[in-house]
Structure formats: C-alpha cells, structure tokens
C-alpha cells in the first residue's frame, strides 16, 4: 500500500549530487520533465541545479546565494555515488493539470531510501572525506553494490504520492515553491558574562518551508589575546515546539584561540505541523563562557 509521507524533500534532503546534461534543461521541457528534474536535483542535493527550475516569484524572496547557502550539497566520490541513487528514481502515474495560472502535476515517487541504516553504512553517512580515502577499487565495489541491489530491486525504498505546483515563464515551466508564504526564522545572538567574543548570525532571517531541513551558521571571533571556551544555549519564540534542531554547534563546549575566527553551523527544520497562524519564529542564541553555562540549559541531543 502507498503511504503519503511528510515533505519529500526533507525525507531525502541528506542526499547528494546528480550531473545533469546541459541540454535536459531546455526551455521546451514540459511540466512533468521539470517536475522530474527538480526532483532529482533536491534529492541529489544538487541545488546548484534546482535554483535555476524554481520560479521568478520564488527567487525574489530568497537569492541564489542565499539557496545555495541553506541547501549544501556534497562533492567527489559522495556525489558520484548519489548520482547512480538518483538515476534509480521512478516517477509513475503521473496526471498533469493545466489551469490559467500554470499547472498541477501529480505523481507517484519511488526513491532509493538513503536514510535506510544499511545504505548509509555501505556509503558511509555520505562522508566525502572517508568516501575519497578508499581505494579506487573499493569505490568502485560500492556502485557495484548499488547496480546489483537496483537491479534485483532490494533497494530500500521510499514510496509516496506527490503534488507540484508549476508557472509558465519565458524560459520554460518553473517549479512554485510559494516561499512568499512560507515560515520566516529569524537568527539573533549575544555573548554573556564578559565572553570576549563576536557572535552574529551569517544570514539573519531565513524563509523556511516546513518539513524541509536547512542548514544555518554562526559567525564567532574571539578578541582575547588567550584561549577562552564557551557554550551556547538558545531560546525559540514563541514556542520550541515549532523549531526542531538536529545538529548544532550548542551540543559541545567551543573553544577559540586567540583571534581564531570560525563559522558554527545548525542544521534545523521548521515542524511540518506548525499553524498557519504561526509566520515567524525568532531563535536566540546566548554564548556564555563555560563556567556561567548551567547544565540545566543542555538540550538532549537527537539521535
């Protein structure tokens, strides 16, 4: 039986690269073969080649350099490996509705589940750095086992219908996201207790779809002229329940050299459940050095 799941994008969005070839993207594509490469683009984490089938109305609430920010997508053997995933894809019973404003397609996707334990063992989390370490042999008897599993179809899978909004634009159909209506998340921080540090958010205000994971980062500098060590914790307005970090830089103590500078990422999603009442979420994030941090503050982290 099919089963509906939530956001199909967020399902798969630990996922990498797929090369596509220039001429797939032409503008006589129609709206399901746009659907079927934007689809492949965000599972594959290729978002480089996802901003580009995203409509006009979409990008003028979030730039490219900004997409491309929030949406990271991997390299080398990981994104090989990926794209061979990706290529398994299966797009059936697809309708397509044309209305005066665009069109509605809908469809039924069958994706390789790269969250399934066994595959992410065998691809090693998707690691690019442990992935390009093996030998070349050993690379290549992972896509062996990735071609004999597809083609015997013991893949783990996830199975799900699916809707895409679509508008007609000069260059072609262009997937609509409605980021105008989407959830905006915005960043602030301090430091407290005399921590000689710089702490700001890199992007202050993010436009967040529900369900889909984003990756966001701080931007820390200590001042002193010694080593200091600090945690942060962080408040979420007006409720923590809208607000799901999985991997963040408030987990673990950081400690900085003096005048070492570096960014501290957070890998967060808004709750696909949330209101539609509910239009911004403010998280702050407070640093304190690390003997003010109460350990009433921690924060279980997710496994």
Excluded at 15 to 44: C, D, I
Excluded at 58 to 84: C, I, N, P
Aim: negative net charge; hydrophobic residues 40%.
């Amino acid at each position: 039986m099919k089963k509906q799941f939530p956001r199909w994008s967020g399902v798969v969005s630990l996922l990498v690269g797929l090369t596509v070839a220039a001429n797939a993207w032409s503008a006589e594509r129609t709206p399901e073969e746009t659907v079927r490469q934007y689809v492949q683009a965000v599972y594959s984490r290729n978002y480089a080649m996802a901003y580009p089938l995203i409509s006009d109305a979409d990008k003028k609430h979030k730039a490219r350099k900004e997409y491309l920010r929030l949406h990271v997508s991997f390299e080398g053997t990981a994104l090989e490996l990926a794209a061979q995933l990706a290529s398994y894809i299966r797009y059936e019973n697809a309708r397509t509705q044309f209305h005066e404003d665009g069109a509605t397609v809908m469809l039924d996707l069958i994706l390789p589940n790269g969250n399934d334990p066994k595959l992410r063992k065998l691809l090693m989390d998707f690691n690019e750095a442990q992935l390009h370490s093996l030998p070349e042999a050993e690379q290549e008897k992972i896509s062996e086992i990735l071609t004999t599993a597809h083609q015997r179809d013991e893949l783990p899978a996830i199975v799900g219908e699916e809707r895409f909004e679509l508008v007609k634009e000069t260059d072609g159909w262009k997937v609509f996201l409605n980021w105008a209506g989407t959830v905006v998340v915005r960043f602030t921080g301090e430091v407290k207790k005399g921590l000689p540090w710089d702490f700001e958010p890199i992007l202050g205000e993010v436009r967040a779809p529900p369900g889909e994971i984003l990756l966001a980062a701080f931007r820390v500098r200590n001042r002193s002229d010694t080593p200091v060590s600090g945690k942060a914790r962080h408040v979420v307005r007006p409720t923590e329940a809208h607000f799901e970090v999985i991997q963040c830089f408030c987990f673990i103590e950081q400690t900085l050299e003096p005048g070492e500078e570096m960014e501290l990422p957070l890998l967060f999603r808004v709750n696909g459940d949330i209101s539609p009442d509910v239009q911004t979420i403010d998280v702050h994030y407070e640093f304190y050095p690390l003997e003010h941090f109460k350990q009433k503050w921690e924060k279980p982290i997710r496994q």
